[in-house]
């Protein structure tokens, strides 16, 4: 999302399409390949993956059978869906940052879609898509997802279940067990990370919480260089966990923004006095 201008981020139209186009190019070019592994999060779309299904054949009609773009502001007008008629010859295990429903509160597009430059009634606009679209894939296709914990990254594993075989992982077990993260906790002295903004959703099953809990089991000391921080949060945090916003370095959060390298140095030197001056 983040490479995204402002003033281009709007979610009720932006889509996964490209993802789809990637994955084809993929089957494509790696015709060896037996498993992809894939990172869902931080989109800036809330289209549930229908674009990336879009390359495997996907198509959306309303009332009058006539197509209609894959952009999530014309969910609500969808009559039919037309499923992918290809699939990818691989499974995809799917790493996943938070687990949040498909819809309600806290549903992905009530959670992240403001995130994303969806206003107010724009987000409700997304919410009776989202909807609309589960509805009939359970009427015209016996498809039911119900309200499962899929909806990370706008719903992209809805999508990617529709065109191939898919398995979740947590990121907690990603990184503490496949990628033997807690074992090199345990190994470490001083544990240094990063966030963007350090608040709630830091904890909700995102890398810099998932370190944060590991740090605390092995009680190791542990510090987050962050852009911004929600001090409710940070307030709660142990003595072993010191927390670094950027912004205390610069008179305005947008010099803070502007001069971010000059910010990391700034709160390394700092974690750099401190390990030195408890050895």
């Known amino acids: 999302m983040k490479k995204i201008p ?15 186009e990637l994955l084809i190019n993929v089957e494509n070019e790696y015709a060896e390949t037996e498993k992809m592994v894939l990172g869902v999060g ?4 809330n289209d549930l993956g229908l674009g990336l299904c879009v390359p495997f054949g996907l198509k959306l009609f309303d ?12 969910f609500g007008e969808v009559n039919s869906i037309v499923l992918p008629n290809n699939k990818l010859p691989f499974p995809i295990e799917i790493v996943t940052d938070v687990e949040i429903p498909l819809y309600g509160i806290p549903g992905t597009s009530k959670t992240f879609a403001g995130q994303k430059g969806a206003s107010e009634d724009e987000i409700e606009i997304l919410e009776k898509g989202v909807l609309h679209i589960l509805s009939i894939l359970k009427l015209e296709h016996g498809i039911e997802f119900k309200n499962e914990l899929i909806g990370a990254g706008g719903g992209l594993i809805l999508g990617l279940s529709l065109i191939s075989d898919v398995a979740i992982c947590s990121a907690e077990q990603f990184l503490l067990k496949r990628l033997n993260l807690d074992e090199e906790i345990s190994k470490a002295d001083f544990i240094i990370t990063g966030e963007g903004a350090f608040d709630k959703q830091s904890f909700m099953k995102k890398g810099t919480g998932i370190l944060i809990n590991s740090a605390k089991t092995h009680q190791k000391k542990l510090f987050v260089i962050c852009g911004k921080v929600d001090y409710t949060i940070s307030a709660s945090m142990n003595q072993n966990t010191m927390i670094f916003p950027l912004w205390k370095y610069f008179s305005t959060e947008e010099e803070s923004f502007k001069n971010y390298k000059t910010g990391i140095e700034k709160a390394c030197s700092e974690i750099k006095s ?6």
Do not use: C, F, M, W
């Open 42 to 45: 931080g989109t800036a779309t």
């Open 6 to 20: 402002l003033a281009k981020r709007n979610p009720t139209i932006l889509n996964s399409n490209n993802l789809g």
């Open 274 to 279: 401190y390990i030195l001056s408890h050895p």
């Open 63 to 74: 009332k009058e059978e006539i197509d209609l773009p894959v952009q999530p502001k014309y």
